[in-house]
């Protein structure tokens, strides 16, 4: 926040007011002891070693005069002061706080997990400036990831850089044990208001994908994708009365015009997630090939309607 001043520039100051503002900062980044404060002003050049403790308590009374709330240093607060409150705190209603959430969710509809890790850091400063503790709750809780180990998530994006190879504990859904996968790591993807990690599972010898929260911990990681090929599912399919617009243009590409429609290909991380595609163009798409995705796909059909005919 500041550097070092040199004592040339200090005589053209007011050194009290000085300490005051660097004083504010500090305890507005975190708690701090008269200690800490004072190590860190000696190494300023705003406070000379031999100089009393008592100008700081001077300076602290300066902010309490100022408006700052701040509280004693004692053992509940492990003898640190504590800016609760300061003249400079954002003010912000519960009305605004509906207006950003409601913004925030037209936002992540389409927002990737990047942008998502930046609202989130962008929420949590910013209630950082809140003296209100249920608006700073508010503000942070707009945050879809605020149930989440961020750090986690932003590893797990470093990994999928490298393609490296970690082993974690997951929380199954269907198992009241957790257990250890071994996984090389592909990408980390924002979906359904989830996080995933897509991956390959060296045991499964298959492409799955993890959701980020069911993941407890990171035991090892391993440079490299073991030499493992990882194989897409590809299929070839009909589009008719359908903007190519909307195409993912990561997985999908338009091989060429046909009669009223378009000859896609798809390539996708497995088959579930290849049906899940197919199946939300609707009627407006018909499975080329392979053949057993395309049986695969009628299957899905057929059962679904059962299941609303029941």
């Given at each position: 926040m500041f550097k070092p001043a040199e004592k040339s520039e200090l005589n053209q100051i007011s050194l009290t007011g000085m300490r005051a503002i660097a004083m504010m900062g500090l305890l507005i980044e975190a708690p701090r002891s008269l200690q800490e404060i004072r190590d860190i002003f000696i190494s300023w050049n705003i406070m000379e070693p031999e100089h009393s403790n008592d100008i700081l308590r001077i300076d602290l009374n300066t902010l309490r005069y100022m408006g700052c709330e701040i509280s004693r240093a004692d053992s509940r607060s492990e003898g640190k002061y504590v800016l609760t409150k300061h003249p400079f705190s954002i003010n912000i209603s519960e009305e605004e706080i509906a207006v950003l959430k409601r913004a925030y969710k037209k936002i992540k509809s389409k927002a990737d997990i990047g942008l998502i890790l930046k609202f989130d850091d962008l929420f949590k400063k910013f209630s950082e400036h809140v003296s209100d503790p249920e608006?700073?709750?508010s503000l942070r809780g707009i945050s879809i990831l605020k149930s989440l180990d961020v750090e986690i998530i932003k590893n797990l994006i470093e990994d999928c850089k490298q393609r490296k190879t970690v082993k974690l504990v997951y929380q199954n859904p269907s198992s009241k044990e957790d257990s250890e996968k071994t996984i090389i790591c592909q990408k980390i993807a924002f979906q359904n208001d989830s996080v995933y990690l897509y991956?390959?599972?060296t045991a499964k010898n298959k492409s799955?994908?993890?959701?980020?929260?069911?993941?407890?911990?990171?035991?090892?990681?391993?440079?490299g994708d073991c030499g493992i090929e990882i194989r897409t599912t590809n299929i070839k399919f009909l589009l008719r009365n359908f903007d190519i617009n909307e195409l993912d243009e990561e997985n999908e590409h338009v091989l060429e015009s046909a009669e009223g429609g378009w000859i896609v290909e798809g390539r996708y991380y497995n088959e579930f997630f290849a049906v899940q595609r197919i199946l939300s163009f609707g009627a407006s798409c018909t499975v080329l090939e392979p053949s057993e995705l395309r049986e695969e796909v009628i299957r899905k059909l057929k059962s679904m309607r059962n299941v609303y005919n029941a």
């Open positions: 608006i700073k709750e991956g390959f599972d799955v994908v993890l959701n980020v929260k069911r993941i407890l911990s990171i035991i090892a990681r391993i440079a």
